[in-house]
């Protein structure tokens, strides 16, 4: 895994670091004592302060030590990402909470059937506004744990709303990280170990973490965003949720009826309506990808019905 390198964007502007560790960016710049400060000192403390038993080199004191050490501990950490495929999606369902980066992707991906970029800024802005919306308005529960403390407790909805947010796989500018406002920080689900280990969702200002290891109540998931119903839409065969049986189905339910059309192109079309009008929850085709399903079969139906 390449390693991450520091950006001035065009005018000078804010540098950004990737937003997969921002609280060790943030710790590791608190700790950091300029060389001026120490002239006078006559037992001068290190250049750089150990954060959390981690081993900064200190002899380090500058912007690039503190993003060498960002991308050290960020290699350590993503290695087991791939930047162009998501996690597997985490259902609502069952009693207790989920982590609330699993909420914002069942959010995203309309339950695990539809296929965006994690790189894609766009479908995680709107989901991450829905979500804080909702759970401002205590419409969806909250819960988080601060530090040395192991018990969760239920964190108010107010500090959500205009909630600024550090989006999963985007790149987070240093504002946010050394900022006096609470942000949100998301990160992608792995496993246990690495939540409880620190690449959790987590409730941040420039002094450090107020809350960490957030979660969401499953049940009040399910009820403001009920996908549940599209995973149901399997066929049973291995790979990721299809509505392609539904759309033969019609396809020869058209045929028995006499409503098929001729070309397959106009076929595909009014299979792909049909498919949105009959069944908006499923995961939904292109008439493409039907007309290349369906083409060889369609042809032969149609060069019998000739004969």
């Known amino acids: 895994m390449a390693r991450p390198t520091t950006r001035k964007r065009g005018g000078g502007g804010a540098e950004r670091v990737p937003a997969w560790d921002a609280a060790a960016a943030r710790a590791a710049a608190d700790a950091y004592v ?20 981690r081993d900064i080199d200190h002899q380090r004191h500058s912007h ?13 950490k993503v290695r087991r990402v791939k930047p162009n495929r998501l996690p597997e ?39 991450f506004k829905d979500l804080l919306d909702r759970i401002a308005s205590e419409n969806v529960k909250v819960v988080g744990v601060r530090d040395g403390v192991t018990k969760p407790e ?6 959500f709303a205009s909630c600024l947010v550090a989006y999963p796989f985007s790149d987070t500018h240093l504002d946010l990280i050394l900022g006096e406002e609470l942000c ?3 990160r992608p689900y792995l496993d246990d170990e690495h939540w409880r280990g620190g690449f959790d969702d987590s409730l941040e200002d420039r ?17 403001c965003w009920p996908f549940a119903g599209a995973l149901d839409y399997r066929t049973g065969a291995p790979g990721r949720p299809t509505s392609m049986h539904l759309v033969e189905q ?25 498919l949105r009008t009959e069944h908006p929850d499923t995961p939904q085709l292109t008439p493409k990808t039907i007309k290349n399903r369906l083409r060889h079969k369609h042809r032969r139906r149609v060069g019998d019905a000739q004969k």
């Open 34 to 53: 300029p060389p001026s400060a120490l002239e006078d000192d006559p037992d001068p403390a290190p250049p750089w302060v150990p954060y959390a038993q």
């Open 64 to 76: 690039e030590g503190l993003m060498d050490h960002v991308a050290d501990v960020i290699e350590n």
């Open 89 to 127: 999606p985490v259902k609502p369902d069952g009693a207790g909470y989920m982590a609330l980066y699993c909420a914002a992707q069942w959010i995203a991906t309309r339950g695990g059937t539809l296929e965006i970029n994690p790189l894609d800024e766009g479908p995680w802005r709107e989901a």
């Open 154 to 159: 239920h964190i108010s909805g107010i500090h």
């Open 184 to 186: 949100l920080f998301s």
């Open 207 to 223: 002094r450090g973490a107020r809350w960490r290891r957030l979660m969401v109540l499953k049940a009040d998931v399910a009820r």
């Open 250 to 274: 019609e396809w020869r339910d058209r045929w028995q009826r006499g409503d098929a059309e001729t070309g397959i192109g106009a076929e595909a079309e009014a299979l792909a309506e049909w």
